[in-house]
T-cell receptor, first 113, second 112 residues
């Protein structure tokens, strides 16, 4: 069973709308939880990094939340743009194994005009 | 500022051939990683290194080897290519801890 599960697998929204992506993880303990954006054919790019003591972190129109008790995180995208079309990946970092990153399968977001 | 650079971008190998995927970073990061990404799946860690001269296995190391003779370079070697190694390979580096990991653009490898 994957230690980082994301939902939905894919999502289509209209430009200008908001959306929320979900991440549930079982990795424990963990150093931090990250959200990455991956454009097609490119490497992942970091959006946010949260330690277990942080509840929320924003990066422009992206806001990530973390509930370490329920082991859930979400990524909220406000006023979506066509350039937001990408895969969004939830990643948990473990404190051993060289801060190994455990990746979720991602949510593929398509923003339509 | 180049960041993490991977070469080649694309490669087609025949079964049984060998090749080296190159990765170099110019950020003086101690931590470097190799991941593979299969279609629709999350990235899986192949090998990682916490500094020059130190390497260790990740989740899916079979069929691969690495070396870390310098801080900047972390090449990934495939000795006997198999169709199961068809994937997109990403190299990454970081300062460790809660710092950001930077990824290369990826190498798309097809084994036929």
């Amino acid at each position: 069973k994957n230690q980082v599960e994301q939902s939905p697998q894919s999502l289509i929204i209209l430009e200008g709308k908001n959306c929320t992506l979900q991440c549930n993880y079982t990795v424990s303990p963990f150093s931090n939880l990250r959200w990455y954006k991956q454009d097609t054919g490119r490497g992942p790019v970091s959006l946010t990094i949260m330690t277990f003591s942080e509840n929320t972190k924003s990066n422009g129109r992206y806001t990530a939340t973390l509930d370490a008790d329920t082991k859930q995180s979400s990524l909220h995208i406000t006023a979506s743009q066509l350039s937001d079309s990408a895969s969004y990946i939830c990643v948990v970092s473990v404190p051993n194994a060289g801060n190994m990153l455990t990746f979720g399968g991602g949510t593929r977001l398509m923003v339509k005009p | 500022n180049a960041g993490v650079t991977q070469t080649p971008k694309f490669r087609i190998l025949k079964i049984g051939q060998s090749m080296t995927l190159q990765c170099t970073q110019d950020m003086n990061h101690n931590y470097m990683y190799w991941y593979r990404q299969d279609p629709g799946m999350g990235l899986k860690l192949i090998y990682y290194s916490v500094g020059a001269g130190i390497t260790d296995k990740g989740e899916v190391p079979n069929g691969y080897n690495v070396s870390r003779s310098t801080t900047e370079d972390f090449p990934l070697r495939l000795e006997l290519a198999a169709p199961s190694q068809t994937s997109v390979y990403f190299c990454a580096s970081s300062s460790g801890g809660n710092t950001e990991a930077f990824f290369g653009q990826g190498t798309r490898l097809t084994v036929v």
